[in-house]
């Protein structure tokens, strides 16, 4: 049963967690689903690092959808900086105020105390993270912290050290329970240990073919079963080329999708090689893959499925 406040209580177990995450429709193995009971049990970031596509971002929509809360997301990128991530004064408005308080005659003390108060200060996603909110904490979501520059790094740990941030003409704003956080790294640069030290750390890697043949099933039902099987085969394999960009599980789906759309109940090379786009994001691999190598992928990938027990 929801409470009346709209927000469901975070997870009393593991299984708990792992039954959350599947009602989200993300298929998540047991040690995940470890990571995150235990990163809401203990009130600690969730610092999740892999490679990009594998579903990081997704586990705090997943959270903020399945708990009722609201998701605040910080999509870092390099120059950062806390007018953009934290707060920043509303200059247009406080410019306007001084203008009428001249015409008014206010006292310089008056002016200064109203121009500085909350309604000119515009709040970014760190300060909206912090804020009261009657649905309770929401899901703060810091998505690929490594392409952040370090000196941001450094803000963002003295902020999940306390959470709490001061601005100088206010003071200090601390949260009443701390948002349930999540941060990413697709690990372009190494985060510093100091950050990763006040987080639950998780790896997330590619699944293996029996989870991502399960995530299809959710995600792409509309594949015959066949189809599904054989992209998952023919993705496993390819993640054991020499590519510049391994296909991720976001990169399945829309091949997926892609061959779906086509009509398509099984794969053939020639569509295979219609719909690489959707799979492989640079030329270079598209050219490797393309033609013979792609004909001989699924070759391997249809005798190996003929082998196998039948499916579950």
């Known amino acids: 049963m929801t409470p009346p406040n709209g927000h469901l209580p975070t997870p009393a177990s593991v299984d708990d967690a792992l039954a959350l995450l599947r009602a989200g429709n993300y298929v998540a193995d047991r040690s995940l689903a470890t990571a995150v009971y235990l990163a809401l049990k203990l009130s600690r970031p969730l610092f999740l690092e892999g490679e990009a596509g594998v579903g990081k971002t997704e586990i705090a929509r997943v959270l903020a959808g399945a708990l009722g809360r609201r998701l605040v997301r910080l999509q870092c990128y390099e120059g950062l900086d806390t007018a953009s991530a934290v707060y920043e004064w ?3 408005r406080q410019m306007i105020e001084i203008r009428l308080a001249e015409v008014s005659h206010d006292s310089r003390q008056t002016v200064e105390e109203e121009i500085f108060s ?51 003409e206010l003071g200090t704003i601390k949260a009443p329970a701390p948002p349930l956080t999540v941060i990413t790294s697709n690990r372009t640069r190494e985060i510093h ?55 991720g599980v976001a990169e399945t789906i829309d091949w997926a999708n892609a061959i779906v759309a086509l009509d398509r109940v099984t794969l053939d090379p020639e569509t295979i090689d219609n719909t690489l786009g959707a799979l492989l994001k640079y030329q270079d691999d598209i050219a490797k893959i393309r033609g013979p190598e792609a004909a001989r992928l699924l070759g391997q990938v249809k005798a190996e499925l003929a082998t196998a027990p039948a499916a579950r």
């Open 193 to 247: 240990d100091a950050l990763k030290r006040r987080c639950f750390y998780y790896w997330v890697d590619y699944p293996d073919a029996m989870r991502e043949l399960e995530i299809l099933r959710v995600k792409v039902p509309g594949a015959a079963a066949a189809l599904s099987r054989q992209v998952v085969g023919f993705v496993q394999l390819l993640r054991g080329e020499e590519l510049f960009k391994l296909p």
């Open 118 to 168: 909350e309604r000119f200060l515009i709040r970014r996603p760190l300060l909206q993270a912090l804020s009261p909110d009657p649905a309770g904490p929401p899901v703060l979501l810091i998505d690929e912290l490594d392409r952040a520059d370090e000196p941001f790094e450094a803000y963002l740990l003295e902020v999940l050290a306390d959470y709490q941030i001061t601005i100088p």
């Open 90 to 92: 509303n200059y247009a």
